[in-house]
């Protein structure tokens, strides 16, 4: 099982409709969380982060977590065309970050 | 404050050749991770420094690669006699030292892009 698992995608999503990215994990001791999203050619840009169980919002985003299910997401409310990127998943394990390959998300004008 | 740098952002080498990568962390910052990302997969963590000590490096090919954070200057990533699939790009990032914490929320540089002929 790998470390961290998504859906590479494509993922499509009409404007103005939430977008909903899922993220699992298979290490039961890690305790923070990050959703990175990445444009084409450009580095990742850290959008949100979570350490407790929940839900946490900034502005359009909501990232959610369930530990007991190894399990995170991220929702993107009222989506844009400028919203359309790849977004990583990623989990700490000790003193380092593992990253998921990514979900492809393309927003339809 | 300025952001992670990291320079070259394009090097184009050939075969044989060395290539060094620099990454200069945030202000403020003393940890610094190196990634590789090739085209279409997701970002391989390869190692973790701090000023003048590798922490872990469990990401790192065994023949080839090094890396170094020296007490003064940038951290550099070194790829000896480079094949053509080291082409990637590679990432370097940095967070802040949290006394007693245990999140490393990492910021990203803006990546070289390798080229190997």
């Known amino acids: 099982q790998k470390e961290v698992e998504q859906n590479s995608g494509p993922l499509s999503v009409p404007e103005g409709a939430i977008a909903s990215l899922n993220c699992t994990y298979s290490d039961r001791g890690s305790q923070s969380f990050f959703w990175y999203r990445q444009y084409s050619g450009k580095s990742p840009e850290l959008i949100m982060f979570?350490?407790?169980?929940g839900d946490k919002e900034d502005g359009r985003f909501t990232a959610q977590l369930n530990k007991a299910s190894q399990y995170v997401s991220l929702l993107i409310r009222d989506s844009q065309p400028s919203d359309s990127a790849t977004y990583l998943c990623a989990v700490n394990r000790d003193d380092k970050i593992i990253f998921g390959k990514g979900t492809r998300l393309h927003i339809l004008p | 404050n300025a952001g992670v740098m990291q320079n070259p952002r394009h090097l184009v080498r050939r075969r044989g050749q060395e290539a060094r990568l620099r990454c200069s962390p945030m202000?403020?910052?003393?940890?610094v991770y190196w990634y590789r990302q090739l085209p279409e997969e997701g970002l391989k963590f390869m190692v973790y420094l701090q000023k003048e000590n590798i922490i872990d490096e469990s990401g790192m090919p065994k023949e080839r690669f090094s890396a170094e954070f020296p007490k003064e200057g940038p951290s550099i990533l070194r790829i000896q006699q480079v094949v053509r699939g080291d082409s990637a790009a590679y990432f370097c990032?940095?967070?802040?030292?949290?006394?007693?914490?245990?999140?490393?929320?990492?910021?990203f540089g803006p990546g070289t892009r390798l080229t190997v002929l």
């Open positions: 990032a940095s967070s802040p030292q949290i006394a007693g914490g245990t999140y490393n929320e990492q910021f």
């Open positions: 202000k403020g910052h003393s940890h």
């Open positions: 979570i350490y407790s169980n």
